[in-house]
């Protein structure tokens, strides 16, 4: 800390084309900092809304022609789909790293070297983690949607329609948080690129 | 660490930079390695998922093939996707080793898609991942049986292939960084 205010003093006094470069870093944390918070927001809502999904539903189960229908009630939740569970831990681990990530940049103001480079590759990890995660759940949603007539998996989203809907937009929301990660990674190494 | 360094930084960049221009860290020997592996990795996966067909007689003749779901066709296309964006930079980057004039352009476009491609990457991985382990454990809750004691040879196929497809992100998050790193040593302080 003491340096980097040691090294900011120094080169507003030295000269006035590198505080002009400093304007520039201050610009470049600021953005940073905003999609830090829209990619913490994001991951945070999509996690909720994927948690909260939960539908009950009462069934006619039809055992013989000859008996009247059994009715059943069925529940569908987040946590019977080991697909849904895993997008459910990615997005909560992108929320935390978000969170984590958001601080270290106030703190950090984006001085330091090693940090800018561990943190363009975290953000990288966490498009992968998070991309998996929406494509595990995408995959399943579109089974639950569809079916698979060629291993007999029946459509299920024809009876826990709220379900699917809650989880289609939870995925869609997660979407363009994992994309807010993409954005972090790209658009400061295209702001660090005019200064290289 | 770092902020101790920075000080020193300003005293001694300017006999520096007008003594060469920034000519930063030289891993694009790395890059073309890591690359090559990126394309080895895609390949072998594609690979194996599309050899991984089966048909077995219960009693009717019931084939197993990768296109029957939407998935697996993703992954596929993905990878391929994958494997020949590795081979195009490749060869930019064996260009970069000659020409050492276009490193700099040629890191900025580096970084931007091998951020895209690790999406497409990681997205087919988990979205082939995710329908294997319904196939390998299947669903109670939604009546959905498991296929993979009746198609082991198909899933053996689908498993080795998604493992690889894992490896291939890893390596590409690992380009990402060395790309980053080598663009940031050549900003001027």
Redesign the interface.
């Known amino acids: 800390?003491?340096?980097?205010d040691?090294?900011k003093r120094?080169?507003y006094e030295?000269e006035g084309a590198e505080s002009k470069e400093m304007g520039k870093a201050v610009s470049m944390s600021a953005y940073d900092l905003v999609m830090r918070v829209l990619a913490f927001v994001l991951t945070l809502s999509a996690a909720i809304v994927i948690a909260a999904d939960k539908q009950t539903k009462v069934i006619p189960i039809q055992l013989s022609d000859s008996l009247p229908p059994l009715y059943v009630p069925l529940t569908?939740k987040w946590n019977?789909?080991?697909?849904i569970l895993?997008f459910l831990v990615t997005n909560a681990i992108a929320c935390t790293y978000g969170a984590l990530s958001l601080v270290v940049a106030l703190v950090n103001r984006g001085?330091?070297?090693?940090?800018?480079?561990l943190m363009?590759?975290l953000d990288?990890?966490m498009?992968?983690?998070l991309?998996?995660?929406?494509?595990?759940?995408?995959?399943?949603g579109?089974?639950?949607y569809?079916g698979?007539s060629?291993?007999?998996?029946?459509k299920?989203c024809n009876v826990f329609d709220k379900f699917c809907g809650q989880m289609a937009v939870s995925i869609g929301v997660s979407l363009i948080g994992?994309l807010a990660f993409?954005l972090l990674?790209?658009i400061p190494?295209?702001r660090?690129?005019r200064?290289? | 660490m770092a902020s101790t360094d920075k000080p020193v930084d300003t005293e001694y960049s300017r006999p520096t930079s007008s003594a060469q221009p920034h000519a930063g860290v030289d891993l694009f020997k790395f890059d073309v390695i890591l690359r090559f592996l990126l394309f080895a990795a895609s390949l072998v996966s594609v690979v194996v998922i599309v050899t991984g067909n089966e048909t077995k007689f219960l009693p009717m003749p019931r084939p197993a093939k990768f296109r029957y779901s939407p998935a697996f066709v993703y992954f596929v296309a993905a990878l391929s996707v994958a494997g020949l964006y590795s081979i195009i930079t490749t060869f930019a980057s064996l260009y970069a080793i000659k020409n050492p004039a276009v490193r700099a352009k040629l890191l900025l476009h580096f970084i931007l898609w091998d951020a895209l491609i690790l999406g497409i990457i990681a997205s087919a991985t988990g979205t082939a991942g995710g329908v294997a382990y319904v196939g390998l454990k299947g669903n109670k809750h939604v009546n959905w049986n498991k296929i993979c004691n009746v198609y082991d040879k198909f899933c053996r196929h689908v498993g080795a292939s998604v493992a690889v497809a894992l490896f291939g992100s890893v390596v590409t998050v690992l380009l990402i960084w060395i790309s980053a790193y080598s663009l940031h040593s050549r900003v001027p302080k």
Request: proline residues 0%.
């Open positions: 800390m003491e340096g980097s040691y090294y120094s080169s030295v569908a019977q789909m080991s697909a895993y001085k330091s070297k090693g940090l800018w480079t363009t590759v990288a990890i498009v992968a983690l991309f998996s995660g929406n494509g595990a759940a995408a995959a399943v579109v089974l639950g569809k698979n060629h291993v007999n998996w029946k299920v994992s993409l990674v790209v190494v295209v660090l690129h200064r290289a």
